[in-house]
């Protein structure tokens, strides 16, 4: 089990570091495939560690192994050690399995780009990443692939890096991201200084209950769950990065990075359980979420926006779910967030594949047309981005939902936040499909689209496309809430939920969001589609993304600014450069002055050295 | 021990400087300054000697017989310079060449 783990995690190392060796030796192609094959063997490792996991009875199912200590300070030892159990295995098979069809995926799309090689080994490292990020036995190691996270996403969404957009877009999420690492690193920090390590079990077990400590523990992971999944307030760096190519956008979104969060919080669970406080605050910023990023991509243009956006509300969903204690329903949610998220971004890019890398849903009027199969699935997706039975999100979201009325008032208002939401999903989902997917083709379409040999888009393409939409379709019956709930027991060992929905609950939450998302779609297909409403103006609160940007702009970089030009004006200026002037001002008027003595006449210099010798001679003659 | 007493090769030495001194401040010829320069350096070797006779020892002989080789090139040098001047047609006067003032 232990050894299919570490296979898992290295493989994909392996590739990266294969890819970069190699160079120009390997074609542009073979990079692909070598990230591919060995993505999909990192999967395969996972499902042989899984197998053999579900083979164990419940309490040999965790496995811990150390390789070597890797740092030792004092009474303190991290060692390089994986830990295997119900929950990281789960997030092994996600991240490897969705992260293999995405670079498969990639071989079609980025077919002709330059520096192919280089994408494909920033794939792989990120998809290490994450896996070490998953599979650390201990906080440290949770940390490096945090940070190593950051940082391949960093080269990916830079990645065509001679657009300034990119660049820029790249640099906001390593600062957001930054931000949320060092609230994290001061997390560990207090929590060294309180328990002694970093080990899970040792930290879970003597991890102060209550008080300051332990919120501020709480608060500092929360702190760097906030930034890498993108919620409130840290998450403004997530549309920029769809700048990188689509895959990576997909990537980000369904596999290896906002998920990240998630995972923290279920995977800390007990530390934000002796702060029921943060853990709040936690479903409350998700629920915030989920509600302004619903506003927001209401009005967005760029078909991958509406999909990021829609990223941000799910995953908004996801920490609702985590701040009730709901884990299971939370990696539930996880996992076919991750199914229909990568299908979504997929379709997408093959349209934009097709559509001469065109984004603006004004543009790309009715282009379903052209592509039926395209289509299809895309609306797969968006079904189950909904929640519509018996596509995936009903299952996962709406169990969410129905745990939330098991917490009391507090649960109440996130229950309405969250309907809210499923009604705001339906909308956008369905402006965008309206828009794109039906009626007649724009001009813009009809003149750029070019099939590929007679069909959407090249196969890698389309079948890594066909299998998500069929995950999507079908992953949901993996858990039925009250009915059957594998993975709930599955998981119950590392993550036993503390809200449990009864089925009256159950039954409310589903039929409320249901019927709320498909009164979402009618309204779009109102709009959108028949045409029977005028769409209403677009609010520029929601235009300006509710003003964060501008927010942060004023906050941080102006009063920098302000600070820095007031430092230059009365400390710089006439402290740091008046002193300076002054000293060489000075040596110059010594300089000039003494420069006068030196006047060339023999005669006065012997005058002076007579004169120097009589004092001397007074001097010694009378301290005799 | 005979001659004078010590007192009068003192004196004597002190005026043979100051009148050496006297010269290479008031005078402008160069080879006249040399010469100036000369005199301080006989007046220091007279004083030399002297004491070197009074107490009996050789230290002092020895020093002078080194500044008349330290003279001996000095006028080499100075020399080979006043003519070098001389024949450049630089007039031979040392409060003209002021090139080196401050």
């Known amino acids: 089990m232990s050894s299919a783990a570490w296979i898992c995690l290295v493989l994909p190392l392996a590739s990266a570091l294969a890819i970069t060796l190699a160079g120009t030796r390997i074609s542009r192609r073979t990079a692909g495939y070598i990230s591919t094959v060995t993505t999909m063997g990192s999967f395969a490792a996972a499902a042989v560690a899984f197998f053999e996991m579900a083979g164990r009875s419940g309490g040999s199912r965790v496995s811990v192994t150390t390789s070597w200590t890797w740092l030792q300070a004092g009474p303190y030892h991290f060692g390089l050690s994986l830990l295997v159990d119900q929950l990281s295995v789960l997030m092994m098979l996600i991240v490897a399995g969705v992260g293999g069809l995405i670079i498969a995926y990639s071989v079609g799309y980025m077919d002709g780009e330059d520096e192919e090689r280089r994408y494909f080994a920033y794939m792989s490292l990120f998809v290490f990443s994450m896996l070490l990020l998953v599979q650390g036995g201990n906080l440290l190691l949770l940390l490096a692939g945090w940070g190593m996270v950051g940082l391949s996403s960093y080269l990916l969404i830079g990645f065509h890096q001679d657009r300034p957009v990119a660049i820029a877009a790249a640099k906001k999420a390593f600062i957001m991201n930054a931000f949320g690492d060092a609230t994290m690193v001061l997390a560990l920090f207090l929590l060294v200084q309180k328990t002694g390590g970093l080990d899970y079990a040792s930290v879970f077990a003597a991890a102060p209950h209550g008080g300051a400590a332990a919120n501020l523990i709480a608060l500092g992971l929360l702190g760097g769950a906030v930034a890498k999944s993108a919620q409130i307030p840290l998450h403004t760096w997530l549309p920029d990065a769809m700048e990188g190519p689509t895959p990576v956008s997909a990537l980000i979104h369904a596999a290896t990075m906002v998920t990240a969060g998630v995972y923290l919080i279920v995977r800390c669970h007990p530390l934000f359980e002796n702060a029921y406080a943060v853990q709040d605050l936690a479903a409350g910023l998700g629920a915030a979420t989920i509600v302004m990023a619903g506003l927001i991509a209401l009005v967005q243009t760029d078909i991958k926006r509406v999909i990021a956006y829609s990223t941000m509300s799910q995953i908004g969903y996801m920490f609702v779910g985590a701040g009730l204690g709901a884990y299971p329903n939370a990696m539930f949610h996880l996992m076919t967030h991750a199914f229909f998220k990568a299908l979504l971004f997929m379709a997408a890019g093959l349209v934009i594949h097709a559509v001469a890398h065109e984004q603006d849903i004004r543009k790309l009027r009715g282009v379903g047309k052209l592509m039926p199969q395209t289509r299809i699935v895309f609306l797969v997706g968006s079904l189950a981005l909904v929640g519509i039975p018996p596509f995936a999100g009903f299952f996962s979201k709406d169990s969410i939902l129905s745990a939330a009325l098991d917490h009391g008032t507090y649960g109440y208002v996130l229950f309405a936040a969250g309907q809210l939401g499923a009604l705001l999903t339906g909308l956008y989902t369905f402006r965008l499909f309206f828009i794109v997917f039906t009626g007649e083709p724009s001009a813009f379409a009809r003149e750029h689209f070019h099939a590929h040999h007679g069909s959407e888009g090249p196969l890698s393409m389309r079948w890594t496309v066909g299998v998500l939409g069929l995950l999507s379709a079908i992953g949901g019956f993996l858990q039925f809430a009250t009915v059957w709930h594998p993975l709930t027991d599955w998981l119950e060992p590392v993550a036993r939920p503390i809200v449990d929905a009864t089925a009256g609950q159950e039954t409310v939450g589903s039929i409320l969001a249901v019927g709320l998302g498909l009164l979402g779609i009618g309204v779009a297909w109102a709009i959108y589609a028949a045409g029977k409403a005028k769409a209403p103006r677009a609010l520029p609160l929601f235009e300006k993304k509710f003003y964060w940007d501008e927010l942060y702009n004023a906050v941080w970089y102006r009063s920098g600014d302000l600070l820095a030009r007031g430092l230059d004006a009365l400390v710089e200026r006439p402290l740091i450069l008046g002193s300076l002037s002054a000293v060489t001002g000075g040596a110059g008027l010594g300089g000039r002055g003494l420069g006068r003595v030196q006047n060339g006449l023999v005669r006065s210099y012997v005058l002076a050295l007579a004169a120097g010798l009589a004092v001397l001679a007074v001097v010694f003659l009378s301290a005799r | ?102």
């Open chain 2, 1 to 102: 021990m005979h001659g004078p007493d010590i007192q009068w090769y003192v004196v004597l030495s002190g005026l043979l400087f100051a009148t050496g001194a006297l010269g290479v401040m008031i005078r402008r010829s160069p080879l006249i300054i040399l010469l100036s320069i000369e005199i301080m350096l006989n007046a220091a070797n007279l004083l030399l000697i002297a004491f070197s006779r009074l107490h009996g020892h050789e230290d002092g002989q020895v020093f002078a017989i080194s500044v008349m080789a330290v003279a001996a090139s000095e006028v080499v040098v100075g020399l080979g310079m006043i003519v070098a001047m001389g024949r450049r047609n630089v007039d031979l006067d040392v409060d003209k060449l002021r090139t080196l003032r401050g």
